[in-house]
């Protein structure tokens, strides 16, 4: 089959790799940015089953861990270099319910305590971190030996494509509503801003946001903008709404200098699991990773390419 998908993120390549590994020996993928260029590349990388307010398993979770660490192989087998490190997440609750929700969950699971920030907090020790514009590339490097190609082009209608390929996947995360009205995706803009670690941090910690050391920088995100007027990062609002949070943790980090602030446009599910629907003879959609990118992707390629091949 001639096999077209719209979209070069997370899901696109997870969708190509799945299909490769299933036999399909070609797969042309559709970008306007070309590989990772929308919401992936900038994710921060954290990598772990345990998340929400809750910090319970989610749905899925254990399997989604699984299946996205195949995936992390085939790219450092391409690369020859990891993309990923097990740094472990520790996450302090920020209020007395929180705090009885998280001891819990760590009854429920076996998660250890520990101490970050001169807080208690849960440990969560096979946490990942990725290297998420690496990891890309790696995965990249693997469906292009496998067969993929890409093209840099804006796809505004599957009708483009619909002569010229058998079956058409849909995996452009929130640009997915441009493309087929009526979805059930709702845009969720996410901002992350970088800023010097001078508070000695090594460990990814997370509060009402999270922190992840890297050499001598600290990223920290990311905002949850449901109502915003523009895609582009907006420094003053992004630290205005995360560093506050961090004041009782990390005195006087609301005065950092921030050093870079990024943006991207999630697409989200009421039920924030990974939308998968035909939508014609020959149209399907896979999107709707919300937040939760790195953890579900690789579960929505293996879903999609069963679904598609059964």
């Avoid at 089953?49 to 085939?74: D, F, H, I, K």
């Avoid at 990814?204 to 890297?214: A, E, K, V």
């Avoid at 990390?250 to 989200?268: D, F, M, Y």
Wanted: aromatic fraction near 6%.
């Amino acid at each position: 089959m001639r096999i077209a998908i719209i979209g070069a993120g997370f899901s696109g390549l997870s969708i190509a790799w799945h299909l490769h590994q299933a036999g399909c020996h070609t797969t042309t993928l559709f970008d306007k940015a070309g590989i990772g260029g929308g919401c992936s590349a900038i994710a921060a990388g954290l990598l772990h089953p345990y998340g929400g307010v809750r910090s319970r398993l989610n749905a899925l979770g254990l399997e989604g861990m699984a299946a996205t660490q195949r995936l992390l192989q085939a790219a450092e087998k391409c690369l020859n270099t990891p993309v990923a490190s097990k740094t472990g997440l520790f996450r302090i609750p920020t209020s007395p319910h929180q705090l009885k929700e998280f001891q819990t969950s760590s009854q429920l699971y076996n998660i250890p305590w520990s101490k970050s920030l001169g807080q208690e907090a849960l440990f969560i020790p096979d946490a990942l971190t990725v290297n998420c514009p690496l990891y890309l590339e790696g995965l990249w490097a693997s469906c292009l030996e496998q067969g993929s190609s890409l093209q840099i082009d804006l796809i505004s209608s599957p009708s483009q494509l619909s002569n010229l390929f058998d079956i058409i996947i849909i995996a452009a995360g929130a640009d997915s509503t441009t493309l087929h009205p009526d979805l059930p995706l709702k845009p969720l803009k996410g901002q992350i801003i970088t800023v010097y670690n001078s508070f000695n941090i090594s460990t990814p910690t997370t509060t009402d946001c999270y922190i992840i050391p890297q050499n001598n920088l600290l990223t920290i995100g990311a905002t949850f903008e449901r109502n915003f007027s523009s895609p582009l990062p907006d420094p003053a609002l992004a630290s205005q709404s995360l560093l506050p949070t961090l004041d009782p943790f990390l005195p006087n980090i609301s005065s950092s200098t921030i050093l870079s602030c990024k943006a991207g446009i999630r697409a989200t599910t009421p039920n924030r699991l990974p939308l998968l629907k035909k939508l014609s003879h020959n149209t399907w959609i896979a999107s709707g990773l919300g937040s939760k990118g790195l953890l579900y992707h690789s579960l929505l390629g293996q879903n999609t390419t069963k679904t598609i091949l059964s």
